[in-house]
């Protein structure tokens, strides 16, 4: 890993997330008045790694594929983040969602660290056993650098608990031992945890919920539109739905669909699985997909990709309250434009956290070995959701902060505090 990320355009620069989580980091630490140590040690990853993954094509021959792992801080424990599997996956991209996993962790009070996985590579293009032998390779080139005590995987974007397993049992044969706690996000029956599943996207439910009520607003009639429709957009819409929100558009990566009276979420999640996509749902009209970031809504969710809300969509945007089912869905640009704008956006590092903190939830129970019930998980996980609003509501009231501000204040207060704690930093603040 090289030292400072090059950036060549300003169109880079925009859309450069490693960037726009230093200046981030910058801020809170002045803002904090911590030593400037803590930004240096915080500002780059602490070990990133490249391999290259060869499967056998069942066409014949061999392919590699790039992969990389990223754990950027284990201050407060094991770096704990997801594998994604994309074609436009890169060391930029995996660091930036390395570094979010660690606010993340620390601004909800998680005793783990961030990291993050992925490899650049279209899953639809590869058969099941050309996808197992990716997803089993990945594991077998990085053993060493990850581990229930170490560094633990879960899915992300195109991954899954089927892949999951196929990883935990690669693992599990090379050490020669039982070790659930490798990966969360686990099939039930190999220890994962009841909830898992849903958890991103009931955690953007609650923490909207939170945050409508301290803007003196409630769920139950709120236009909501969502932004991609897979594990945590779908979720959410369903959850959504369910609180009495009136879901009026979804999109997800071919077509955008929209219904002033709400969308019937749960025949929509049938459509999908039925014929791939959301276009062409019955007694919905077809939109455009940028339409449905502009549409007059009280909560907007992105939960696709990075970088769907940039400086040119920012000023066009009428929702009210932006929930960042996503990682990095708003650029810095655009996240200026909105908080002049007065749109309150919920940040990644506390609205997507409910997947990560099951997933904690899910390792405690594979560590002690006893399974916890579905209400249980749901219970913790919401109690833990409500106290970092509660946190985060008021730490942007006391300092005049926006909610994205107020979580990296939060996060890297307690990330400092475990440099200190760990003798990390002297007195002068200088790393040791
Ligand atoms: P997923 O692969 O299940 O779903 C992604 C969805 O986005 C798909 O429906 C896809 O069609 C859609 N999409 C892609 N490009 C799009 C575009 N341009 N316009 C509209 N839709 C588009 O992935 P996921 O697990 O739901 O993750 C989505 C986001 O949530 C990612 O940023 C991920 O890092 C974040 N996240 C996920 C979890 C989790 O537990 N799954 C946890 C935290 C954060």
Same mark, same amino acid.
């Given at each position: 890993?090289?030292?400072?990320?090059?950036?060549?355009?300003?169109?880079?620069?925009?859309?450069?997330?490693?960037?726009?989580?230093?200046?981030?980091?910058?801020?809170?630490?002045?803002?904090?008045?911590?030593?400037?140590?803590?930004?240096?040690?915080?500002?780059?990853?602490?070990?990133?790694?490249?391999?290259?993954?060869?499967?056998?094509?069942?066409?014949?021959?061999?392919?590699?594929?790039?992969?990389?792992?990223?754990?950027?801080?284990?201050?407060?424990?094991?770096?704990?983040?997801?594998?994604?599997?994309?074609?436009?996956?890169?060391?930029?991209?995996?660091?930036?969602? *390395?570094?979010?996993?660690?606010?993340?962790?620390?601004?909800?009070?998680?005793?783990?660290?961030?990291?993050?996985?992925?490899?650049?590579?279209?899953?639809?293009?590869?058969?099941?056993?050309?996808?197992?032998?990716?997803?089993?390779?990945?594991?077998?080139?990085?053993? +060493?650098?990850?581990?229930?005590?170490?560094?633990?995987?879960?899915?992300?974007?195109? /991954?899954?608990?089927?892949?999951?397993?196929?990883?935990?049992?690669?693992?599990?044969?090379?050490?020669?031992?039982?070790?659930?706690?490798?990966?969360?996000?686990?099939?039930?029956?190999?220890?994962?945890?009841?909830?898992?599943?849903?958890?991103t996207g009931r955690g953007v439910v609650v923490t909207v919920r939170e945050v409508l009520r301290a803007r003196g607003q409630r769920l139950a009639g709120a236009r909501v539109a969502v932004q991609g429709f897979?594990?945590a957009g779908r979720v959410a819409a369903r959850r959504f739905a369910e609180a009495g929100a009136r879901v009026v558009a979804v999109s997800?990566?071919?077509?955008a669909v929209y219904c002033e009276q709400g969308l019937a979420v749960p025949?929509l999640i049938?459509?999908?699985?039925?014929?791939?996509?959301?276009?062409?749902?019955?007694?919905a009209?077809?939109i455009?997909?940028?339409e449905l970031l502009t549409l007059e809504v009280e909560v907007l969710v992105p939960a696709?990709?990075? +970088?769907?809300i /940039?400086?040119?969509?920012?000023?066009r945007v009428r929702a009210r309250v932006i929930a960042e089912a996503a +990682?990095?869905p708003t650029?810095?640009?655009?996240?200026?434009?909105l908080?002049?704008r007065d749109i309150w956006v919920i940040p990644d590092?506390v609205c997507n956290?409910g997947?990560?903190?099951?997933?904690?939830?899910?390792?405690?129970? +594979? /560590?002690?070995?006893?399974?916890?019930?579905?209400?249980?998980?749901?219970?913790?996980?919401e109690?833990?959701l409500v106290?970092?609003c509660?946190?985060l509501l008021?730490?942007?009231?006391?300092?005049?902060?926006?909610l994205?501000?107020?979580?990296?204040?939060?996060?890297?207060?307690?990330?400092?505090?475990?440099?200190? *704690?760990?003798?990390?930093?002297?007195?002068?603040?200088?790393?040791?």
């Amino acid at each position: 890993m090289t030292a400072e990320i090059k950036i060549d355009t300003a169109l880079e620069r925009e859309r450069d997330p490693v960037g726009a989580i230093q200046q981030q980091l910058r801020a809170a630490v002045e803002r904090l008045t911590l030593p400037q140590t803590v930004y240096e040690l915080l500002r780059l990853p602490m070990r990133a790694i490249k391999v290259a993954i060869p499967v056998h094509l069942e066409a014949g021959g061999y392919r590699l594929f790039e992969g990389w792992r990223v754990q950027h801080s284990d201050v407060l424990g094991p770096t704990k983040g997801g594998i994604r599997f994309h074609p436009a996956v890169s060391e930029q991209e995996v660091t930036a969602l *390395a570094m979010w996993m660690s606010y993340k962790t620390a601004a909800n009070g998680l005793p783990l660290g961030g990291a993050k996985g992925g490899v650049r590579v279209d899953p639809r293009a590869l058969s099941v056993r050309e996808l197992e032998q990716l997803s089993r390779g990945y594991v077998r080139l990085l053993r +060493n650098e990850m581990g229930p005590r170490r560094d633990i995987p879960a899915p992300d974007v195109n /991954t899954d608990a089927r892949i999951m397993g196929w990883m935990a049992d690669e693992y599990m044969q090379l050490v020669g031992q039982s070790e659930p706690g490798f990966v969360t996000g686990k099939p039930l029956v190999l220890g994962g945890s009841p909830g898992r599943l849903e958890a991103t996207g009931r955690g953007v439910v609650v923490t909207v919920r939170e945050v409508l009520r301290a803007r003196g607003q409630r769920l139950a009639g709120a236009r909501v539109a969502v932004q991609g429709f897979g594990n945590a957009g779908r979720v959410a819409a369903r959850r959504f739905a369910e609180a009495g929100a009136r879901v009026v558009a979804v999109s997800d990566s071919r077509a955008a669909v929209y219904c002033e009276q709400g969308l019937a979420v749960p025949a929509l999640i049938a459509h999908k699985q039925r014929t791939g996509s959301v276009g062409g749902f019955p007694g919905a009209e077809p939109i455009g997909q940028e339409e449905l970031l502009t549409l007059e809504v009280e909560v907007l969710v992105p939960a696709a990709l990075e +970088n769907a809300i /940039t400086e040119e969509l920012a000023p066009r945007v009428r929702a009210r309250v932006i929930a960042e089912a996503a +990682n990095g869905p708003t650029t810095a640009a655009a996240d200026a434009i909105l908080r002049q704008r007065d749109i309150w956006v919920i940040p990644d590092i506390v609205c997507n956290a409910g997947g990560v903190i099951v997933s904690y939830f899910e390792w405690v129970q +594979n /560590t002690t070995g006893y399974l916890w019930t579905a209400r249980k998980v749901e219970r913790l996980c919401e109690d833990k959701l409500v106290q970092t609003c509660a946190a985060l509501l008021g730490c942007a009231e006391q300092l005049g902060l926006d909610l994205r501000q107020a979580a990296y204040t939060l996060a890297v207060e307690r990330l400092a505090e475990g440099l200190r *704690a760990r003798g990390r930093l002297n007195e002068q603040g200088a790393p040791r």
